[in-house]
């Protein structure tokens, strides 16, 4: 028996490689299918199944190009309605795989077709459960992405029943491989390990400790930030079918010069730089969005950009092909071009972030200054500057009507990659006077700033 976790941390997505006797299957792969082809014929095996848990809201899967490609058939569980062909296992279907067994575990809840995969190995024994956004370390998948066709309380309750009739029901041994980690918005709270077992998180998880029915629904209910838009446009692509990525990447990879990039702007497409902070504060083109290669690029380009928007990109040199393929793994198709040999081929004017350190902040806010904080609210709920005002990144810019856009801000995230992205939104929005603070919230601790936490803040109110 040979498994193996696939992370992408762009996507905070997990894919799975199951082998036994020179046959695989794959679990929920991510739209390039590199990575498992390259694996399985290195490892001299052939890929006979393409397990999906469910209709993927936060990226496009690879399952119909892998299945071109192989011959594998691909597997969802109950109420799966597609437009391509898979077989929909019955829930409790065993699929033998060289010495091992696969169970169907129709699981709803997350979404209706939700369903997990059991594992047996070479004797029988329950060895590891593939849980989809079923169950993640620390958390469950979040039950609002049916966009009204079924309210969040309806599926909640499918999911308490999945998991009390299913999950807590496995051996405690029973390895947990759930389809997402942390910074994926497919739930609230994902823990930082990848996997984990079905004992510690009966332990541990909030969700799995619910006293009741009501209480689950609560719980999990409460606090669930908007869902990204382009989340229900990839669960549709999903469900439907798509184009090969191959052709997407090919189409998309198109050199520009100065003056054709120029004149797509003009046209009304958007640029996104994908440098680093760094590189982008020194000079870009006025109106640039910059999401960095460096993060959780893919993500936050579906967060804070419509699908349908077209798109240009600046890169660094040899960066091109790969910014491409990833905004065309969560369905991001529409790019003109890139402006070919980077931001030095750019003949006309530039503009540039300022950034100081976190121990200048003191003196800048003595002037006027006020600090606006992007991060997340559970992180602004721990702890933040004092008077600091919270607008997080992925609101923006509707959370920014409110604010004058002539006033000195200092802004601010953890570490430094959202900050210039929130300044870059601001800047396109008419924002004349931002400051970045390097190193984000920790780099702030450690000057010695003012914080407090949430609750402290509102007893100073």
């Not at 039950?143 to 969040?152: A, E, N, R, V």
């Not at 807590?168 to 759930?178: A, C, G, Q, W």
């Not at 690029?297 to 240009?312: F, M, P, S, V």
């Not at 904080?373 to 559970?378: A, H, L």
């Amino acid at each position: 028996m040979y498994i193996q976790q696939l992370y992408t941390n762009c996507l905070a997505e997990a894919a799975y490689y199951i082998e036994s006797d020179g046959e695989a299957a794959v679990i929920d792969p991510i739209r390039e299918t590199e990575p498992y082809l390259e694996l399985a014929a290195e490892r001299g095996a052939e890929i006979k199944y393409i397990f999906e848990t469910h209709f993927h809201a936060d990226f496009v899967s690879g399952h119909i190009d892998l299945s071109k490609k192989t011959g594998a058939k691909i597997i969802y569980g109950p109420m799966a309605e597609t437009k391509y062909e898979v077989l929909n296992a019955n829930d409790g279907q065993i699929f033998s795989l060289g010495k091992l067994k696969i169970k169907t575990m129709h699981t709803p809840g997350h979404t209706p077709e939700s369903t997990c995969y059991l594992l047996f190995d070479e004797n029988g024994k329950a060895h590891a459960v593939f849980t989809g956004d079923t169950l993640f370390v620390g958390d469950v998948g979040r039950p609002d992405l049916l966009d009204g066709k079924m309210t969040s309380e309806e599926l909640a309750s499918m999911l308490y029943d999945s998991l009390n009739q299913k999950i807590k029901t496995l051996p405690d041994e029973v390895i947990v491989y759930p389809a997402h980690g942390p910074g994926s918005a497919c739930g609230k709270n994902i823990g930082k390990e990848t996997f984990s077992t079905i004992g510690e998180q009966k332990k541990f998880n909030y969700a799995l400790k619910a006293k009741d029915r009501s209480q689950f629904i609560k719980e999990v209910t409460d606090g669930i930030m908007p869902p990204p838009n382009y989340f229900f446009e990839d669960a549709r692509i999903n469900k439907d079918g798509y184009t090969s990525v191959d052709d997407v990447v090919k189409r998309n990879n198109n050199p520009l010069t100065a003056d054709q990039f120029a004149q797509a702007i003009k046209n009304g497409a958007l640029i996104v730089d994908t440098r680093e902070a760094n590189d982008f504060e020194k000079g870009f083109i006025p109106g640039s969005i910059n999401i960095g290669l460096n993060g959780q690029y893919a993500i936050w380009t579906g967060t804070l950009i419509d699908i349908n928007q077209e798109l240009l990109l600046v890169t660094e040199p040899g960066k091109e092909s790969e910014s491409v393929l990833r905004l065309a793994r969560v369905g991001y198709e529409k790019i003109f071009g890139y402006l070919n040999g980077g931001i030095a081929s750019w003949n006309k004017n530039l503009e540039q972030v300022k950034s100081i350190q976190p121990t200048s902040m003191k003196k800048e806010m003595a002037l006027g200054a006020e600090v606006i904080d992007v991060r997340k609210p559970g992180e602004w709920a721990v702890s933040h500057v004092k008077d600091a005002t919270f607008l997080p990144l992925a609101n923006m810019p509707a959370n920014l009507k409110p604010l004058d856009k002539t006033k000195y801000y200092l802004v601010h995230c953890g570490g430094g990659y959202r900050s210039m992205t929130a300044i870059s939104l601001m800047k396109r929005d008419g924002f004349t006077n931002l400051t970045n603070i390097y190193g984000g919230f920790g780099a702030i601790q450690n000057a010695g700033l003012e914080v407090v936490s949430e609750e402290e803040s509102l007893i100073v109110k």
